[in-house]
RNA sequence: CGGGGCGUAGCGCAGUUUGGUAGCGCACCACAAUGGGGUUGUGGGGGUCGGAGGUUCAAAUCCUCUCGCCCCGACCA
């Protein structure tokens, strides 16, 4: 393409609104544009992006025995009614009415369209397995979208869906969709993590989630410095501390404490280490005890693990902190006070709590605390459960080394469905002894406009973008010095041009006219692998000069070498 | 959802405290010089000051309402 008919708009300045430096560099290098909160226009070099993303995903789905179909992106409530999703998604999905006053949503995935179709297409157990998959937009209300398109409202995602009559068939084609996303994100030139997942009620390893690293990432990711093991952090086992318990050394006694509501103050204050100190987390009931709270105990110097504490039996789900004046009515004495003695409520203590001895906890009276607390001889040891999230150096689940703590973007979900929407709907098959039998299901993302973000977050200078070769709207940049005044230029650049086009090599011919800084730095905020500059000075001494984005010097290229240079650097 | 902040030219911002009829930089247009890292000069175009209502002789500025956008928080008792 020719710049003038491919038009570069970049911005020098950052828009007030971009946080994150891929939606600064997305702005800045003219890749988008935005419309409103959380939506966005793909401008030409942004787009050139995306459909590389697409080509390979595409590509390695095919690969893989997907098989690919086009979803309408508006779909009718009736669906979501059937699977139940139409009361329990909220307001994230985005719903309206048509002129016949009949309800309708823009999909925020597409799980109710395609169960829809399996069970008026597939009646066989002969037709499984198979999977379907899309690359479509979706709309999802995010209540604040932001980061650009890596936190947008309406984005592109591929998603696929899968059906099968056995568990093992499932495995088989979930593992095969794992492989094919390690491909893709291989060959997108990114540094990523499949990371084990919360699958809710389905065990097994039913569920992966695939993280490109970065420092901006919204999610935690805990991996072993020894094995492959790697988790999100909401899912990541903290094993009890090895050892017993040690023996009481001092008698329990009660300390005046006041302004001292923090863990912090406690530390502070009274010296005691923080390893030494409980937190105590008060929490609705779930309906399963006959009390109203259940107290959650955390070391001072941890957290609790909010998807943990929603599995325990006691606590209610979604997870529901109490209030302030709940916990005064309830205990009589107010956050910062709080602690198991004499506590009218039922407990769960983590299972690094249970090994604690000598502890330091609220009495439960204002401005009190107890020092010197041991279990079974103070008060009886209550239930024993994980509530926690892991920390850096925690020894990993697997066994082997121990746990690092990085942030990741999400950017691909392999997960095993199991029967939910095909029972809900009724997608069933005749099995080999003619019996119905409702599909088990897998569904499959990569977040497309999402994986473009995160790249950038991953591959960029202070110049602007580097991108992933695979990646870069073009490859080659020819920038022609002083394109106007000098024919001998001009003659070179289109020839280069049109012998690299004709090479079908993906070539940006900037006949812009510019001074040379200009083009120099919009070409670099673009991030193009392979600059070439054609100038009247190197023409007299036969040479082309050669820069590659990536660093280094630029070299000298004799005319005559450039296309097989160029040919030895694409490769 | 809670808290905070911001809406003035395409972008980044000043002007609002103390009311007097809108400005700077970049970008854009024209001409000229310059021509290897965002060059320079001259001359231009562009704004219902987010919107509505009110106070006033007079409102970007004060008041009320409203819309939009952004940030933080929504475990640490």
């Known amino acids: ?57 595409r590509e390695e789905m095919n690969r893989a025995g997907a098989v690919e179909i086009f979803m309408p992106s508006v779909q009718p409530g009736e669906l979501w009614q059937e699977s139940g999703r139409w009361v329990q998604y909220g307001p994230e999905l985005l719903r309206f009415k048509d002129r016949h006053e009949r309800e309708f949503c823009y999909g925020p995935t597409h799980e109710e369209i395609i169960t829809d179709l399996a069970r008026r297409e597939l009646s066989s157990y002969r037709q499984l397995p198979i999977n379907f998959y899309q690359i479509q937009t979706k709309f999802r209300d995010e209540v604040r ?62 569920s992966h989630e695939f993280h490109v690293l970065a420092a901006s990432g919204e999610d935690d990711i805990a991996f072993s410095d020894r094995s492959d093991y790697a988790a999100n952090i909401e899912m990541a086992e903290a094993l009890a501390p090895v050892g017993e318990r040690a023996a009481p050394t001092e008698a329990m006694h009660l300390v005046d404490t006041p302004d001292t509501k923090t863990i912090q103050a406690l530390v502070d204050n009274f010296g005691l280490p923080v390893e030494k100190t409980i937190k105590t987390l008060i929490v609705a009931a779930s309906d399963q005890v006959d009390a109203d709270f259940v107290a ?19 606590v209610a789900a979604p997870l529901c902190f109490a209030t302030e004046a709940e916990i005064r009515a309830a205990i009589g004495a107010g956050p910062g006070s709080l602690g198991p003695v004499n506590l009218p409520l039922p407990v769960i203590v983590d299972r ?36 926690r999230n892991v920390k850096p150096g925690d020894p990993s689940p697997d066994g082997q080394g121990s746990l690092s703590i990085v942030r990741g973007i999400e950017v691909g979900h392999v997960f095993q469905l ?57 490859q080659v940049v020819i920038a022609p010095l002083n394109l106007k005044k000098s024919s001998a230029v001009q003659q070179q650049a289109e020839a280069l041009y049109q012998q690299l086009l004709a090479r079908g090599v993906e070539v940006l011919l900037d006949d812009r006219d510019l001074r040379p800084g200009v083009m120099f730095a919009d070409q670099e905020l673009l991030g193009i ?34 296309e097989s240079f160029l040919r030895e650097k694409l490769a």
């Open 296 to 314: 959650l105990l955390v070391r001072g110097d941890h957290e609790l693990n909010e998807i943990k504490a929603e599995k325990q039996p006691e």
């Open 145 to 206: 979208p932001r980061f650009g398109v890596m936190r947008s409202r309406e984005f592109i995602m591929k998603d696929a869906y899968s059906f099968h009559l056995t568990q093992a068939s499932l495995q088989q084609t979930y593992d095969a969709m794992y492989e094919a996303y390690v491909r893709i994100f291989t060959r997108l030139g990114l540094d990523f993590r499949p990371v084990a997942a919360d699958n809710g009620s389905i065990g097994g390893s039913g």
């Open 418 to 474: 199991g029967r939910k929407y095909s029972e809900a709907m009724n997608a069933n098959v005749l099995d080999e002894n003619g019996k119905a039998q409702a599909m088990l299901m897998g569904c499959y993302g990569i977040g497309v406009t999402r994986v473009v973000a995160a790249a950038i977050e991953q591959n960029h200078d202070d110049s602007g973008i580097l991108w992933p070769p695979a990646m870069a709207p073009f």
């Open 529 to 562: 692998p392979h600059r070439v500059v054609v100038s009247e000075r190197g023409l007299q001494a036969g040479e082309l000069e050669y820069k590659a984005r990536s660093g280094g010097d630029a070299v000298k290229v004799v005319v005559d070498e450039i």
């Open 1 to 57: 393409m020719r710049v003038s008919q491919f038009p570069i708009s970049t911005l020098r300045e950052v828009p007030a609104d971009a946080e994150v430096i891929s939606h600064q560099l997305m702005m800045r290098a003219g890749l988008i544009r935005k419309v409103a909160a959380g939506l966005y226009t793909w401008m030409p070099y942004g787009v050139r992006v995306l459909r590389k993303v697409e080509a390979i995903v």
């Open 352 to 387: 690094a709590v249970a090994v604690m001895s000598d502890f330091g906890a609220g009495a439960n009276r204002e401005a009190k605390h107890y020092f010197g607390i041991n279990w079974e001889r103070d008060l009886p040891l209550p239930r024993v459960a994980d509530l």
